[in-house]
Each structure stands twice: as C-alpha cells, then as structure tokens.
C-alpha cells in the first residue's frame, strides 16, 4: 500500500498527522528537499507540500513533474496561499485539455 505524506512547518503540517498521513517538519529549503528524496525512494505516492517551501526548491520538485509517483500537491501553508498550488492546477488542465476551463477572467 502506498503512503500519503506532508512535507512542512510544524504549524502547517501538525493537522495532516490526525488524518494519518505521515509528516515531515521541515522548516528549510534542505530540509523539505531531503524528504521529498526520501519519501519518493520509499515510493510514497503523494507528497503535499507547502507552497512557502516549494518555491525554495523548484528544480527538486521538477524532477518529479513527469513521474508516476510521486505525486506532488502544493498546499498554503500558515501564513497563506501564495498561489503557486492553483497555478500548477490551471497549467495541468490547460496541458490536458488544451485550454485553461478553470480560469476566471
């Protein structure tokens, strides 16, 4: 069975761990990048990521883009959305159906 994990700051990623989804408290960009190496070498299928964390480690995240797992979901994290995560679901949707339905203009 494949595992769910959240990679973040502890105020950010303490709820997820209720939910039985493993966490990953990482408060820097080396940090967050070594669990996201580590949990995709034990095949974990899903990995949310705060987005305050993402934008340290764009390259790392990439390297992931076209694989089947892991799956990497940007999330807000305390301080809010950056808006990276719904930037990332408007470009998957406009890639697959070949135009952004999704976006209010």
Do not use: W
Request: charged share 25%; glycine share 8%; with cysteine.
């Amino acid at each position: 069975m494949y595992k769910i994990a959240v990679i973040g700051d502890r105020d950010s990623a303490l709820g997820f761990k209720a939910l039985g989804l493993e966490t990953v408290f990482a408060d820097t960009a080396e940090e967050a990048r070594a669990a996201i190496h580590r949990l995709a070498a034990e095949d974990c299928a899903v990995i949310y990521l705060t987005e305050q964390l993402a934008q340290e480690i764009p390259c790392d995240i990439d390297r992931y883009a076209n694989a089947v797992r892991p799956a990497i979901i940007l999330i807000p994290g305390k301080t809010g959305s950056l808006g990276i995560g719904i930037e990332n679901v408007n470009k998957a949707v406009e890639k697959a159906v070949g135009s952004n339905i999704l976006k209010n203009e």
